[in-house]
Nanobody, 124 residues
Framework: QVQAKESGGGLAQAGGSLRLSCAASSRTLSSYVMGWFRQSPGKGREFVAAASGTGDNTLYADFAKGRFTISRENANNMVYLQMNSLKPEDTAVYYC?????????????????WGQGTQVIVSS
């Protein structure tokens, strides 16, 4: 089981950067894939990025490739999403989540543990 709490959201200008943090508490955090999702106005929840239990493998949504970086520091119970070259379209509530990868495919993880979200607003 994972308890997740996001922080680091806020206001940024287009082209700027933010780093989101997720305090991901678990007795076995390295056993869980951790992912970031977002909820944008007029859209459903979107997958953003995921990192394997050790952080060795990552997966990104197309819109995140080259701009966002997911990383994790299991010893500190932290997961991060570095967001660069922000666009107004990145405005959303961002969530971190944890789940077990049963088939070694980061694209098919069923995330069962979710944080409350942190708001990101990007102005043009």
């Amino acid at each position: 089981q994972v308890q997740a709490k996001e922080s680091g959201g806020g206001l940024a200008q287009a082209g700027g950067s933010l780093r989101l943090s997720c305090a991901a508490s678990s007795r076995t955090l390295s056993s869980y894939v951790m992912g970031w999702f977002r909820q944008s106005p007029g859209k459903g929840r979107e997958f953003v990025a995921a990192a394997s239990g050790t952080g060795d493998n990552t997966l990104y949504a197309d819109f995140a490739k080259g701009r966002f970086t997911i990383s994790r520091e299991n010893a500190n119970n932290m997961v991060y999403l570095q967001m660069n070259s922000l666009k107004p379209e990145d405005t959303a509530v961002y969530y971190c989540a944890g789940g077990l990868d049963k088939d070694n495919d980061l694209g098919t993880v069923e995330y069962g543990y979710w944080g409350q979200g942190t708001q990101v607003i990007v102005s043009s």
